[in-house]
């Protein structure tokens, strides 16, 4: 089973009743009355994070929009939902973790290990200065990157 999260596209409709909670939650993160009420909704939302891993992904993409708001508590209000989230969820192990970076590196044809990542100098000399963070695009990542502790789904 999963959720349903409206506009997105994807549909998980056997959770309709949770989907609807959290399309509330989501829109409380935005016009909550109070701070107290919109760090209430973000707590939730780390909870249905916590049983339904799967829709990370389609939640976090959900969630970009209120990232950009106008509104300062709206972000705040989503950055804590993303921290609640974060401590919800399944985290990756050291091990797995250089285990997926080695593989991806190979993948993308660069000569390079875990270490030399962790040690960025080395990693980025041997890439050839071609990415900063000034080209880092979260929104990006929140869209289209794949989940390392999900096994990329």
């Not at 909670?21 to 909550?32: E, F, I, K, P, Q």
């Not at 980025?124 to 200065?129: D, I, N, R, V």
């Amino acid at each position: 089973g999963g959720i349903q999260l409206s506009g997105i596209g994807s549909d998980f409709p056997n959770m309709a009743q949770q989907s609807s909670r959290l399309n509330r939650l989501l829109t409380l993160l935005d016009t909550g009355s109070t701070q107290a009420t919109r760090f209430s909704a973000a707590r939730q939302i780390g909870e249905i994070a916590k049983s339904h891993p799967q829709d990370l992904n389609a939640l976090l993409n959900k969630m970009s929009q209120y990232l950009r708001s106008k509104k300062w508590e709206t972000r705040v209000a989503t950055a804590h939902a993303v921290g609640a989230i974060a401590e919800n969820v399944k985290h990756i192990s050291l091990t797995e973790l250089s285990s997926s970076v080695e593989s991806k590196i190979s993948e993308a044809g660069i000569s390079a290990t875990f270490e030399d990542v962790v040690t960025w100098p080395n990693f980025h000399s041997k890439l050839g200065g071609s990415i900063s963070f000034r080209s880092f695009d979260l929104n990006k990542v929140l869209e289209f990157g794949a989940l390392v502790a999900s096994g990329g789904q």
